[in-house]
């Protein structure tokens, strides 16, 4: 079974904060995806990775950036949080590019 | 543009009643099609894809391409189908899955 893993499951923070927001998997996966949850608006992706130091804007990559430095770990970074990223953040991994998506079990991030 | 439309924010059927959710794609290549579901503090999985033409929790989907559409459906809903249903597609090689905005499926006895 794949395990993908975000390290914070409820996270408050302030504005003007960064956040840092982890995803690990153990399944050796080269496709890792940040989207962002919100009721009405579905999965938005944010960014994505088909490889170590690589990324890819997704459709809302404003206010956000991402880092992969080791294959299994893929970061989402919010330089200076806003109280319009209040959402839910999933991470997902996937073997093939376009194939089946393998979700962790969400951050869901408060900004006040 | 690559664009997958779910009509429907909230269907509500009665137990034992079929089901249909529907989901309307725009991409002009051959499209990869598949069904997410998400039930109450579960993790967003994989339900079907369309090439697989399989049948999942007697869920079945099937891709018309002439309408670009590939609706879900059941037979005979049952109270544990209760989720929220995203339909995504899989366009351009070495682009991500482009998710609809979902609908949620309440079943209710």
Do not use: H
């Given at each position: 079974?794949?395990?993908v893993t975000q390290s914070?499951?409820?996270?408050?923070?302030?504005?003007?904060?960064?956040?840092f927001l982890e995803c690990v998997q153990d399944m050796d996966h080269e496709n890792m995806f940040w989207y962002?949850?919100?009721?009405?608006l579905g999965l938005r992706l944010?960014?994505?990775?088909?490889?170590?130091?690589?990324?890819?804007?997704?459709?809302i990559p404003e206010?956000?950036?991402?880092?992969?430095?080791?294959?299994?770990?893929?970061?989402?970074?919010?330089?200076?949080?806003s109280t319009n990223q209040t959402s839910m953040y999933l991470c997902a991994t996937s073997r093939d590019s376009g194939g089946e998506l393998f979700f962790g079990e969400g951050s869901r991030l408060t900004v006040l | 543009?690559?664009?997958?439309?779910?009509?429907?924010?909230l269907l509500s059927v009665f137990k034992g009643a079929p089901v249909e959710l529907k989901c309307n794609y725009s991409y002009s290549g051959s499209p990869e099609l598949f069904w997410y579901v998400q039930y109450s503090r579960q993790r967003l999985q994989l339900l079907l894809r369309h090439i697989s033409r399989e049948s999942i929790k007697g869920f079945t989907?099937?891709?018309?391409?002439?309408?670009?559409?590939f609706h879900l459906?059941?037979?005979?809903?049952?109270?544990?189908?209760?989720?929220?249903?995203?339909?995504?597609?899989?366009?351009?090689?070495?682009?991500?899955?482009?998710?609809?905005?979902?609908t949620t499926l309440s079943v209710s006895s």
């Open positions: 079974d794949v395990k914070s499951r409820y996270l408050v923070k302030r504005t003007g904060e960064k956040v962002r949850q919100d009721p009405g944010i960014y994505f990775s088909y490889d170590v130091k690589m990324k890819e804007k997704g459709d206010g956000y950036s991402v880092s992969r430095e080791k294959k299994e770990r893929f970061s989402l970074i919010l330089e200076s949080a | 543009a690559q664009r997958v439309t779910q009509p429907e924010k989907a099937d891709l018309n391409k002439g309408e670009t559409s459906k059941k037979p005979f809903a049952q109270e544990e189908d209760s989720a929220m249903y995203y339909c995504a597609l899989s366009g351009l090689e070495g682009t991500a899955l482009i998710f609809g905005k979902g």
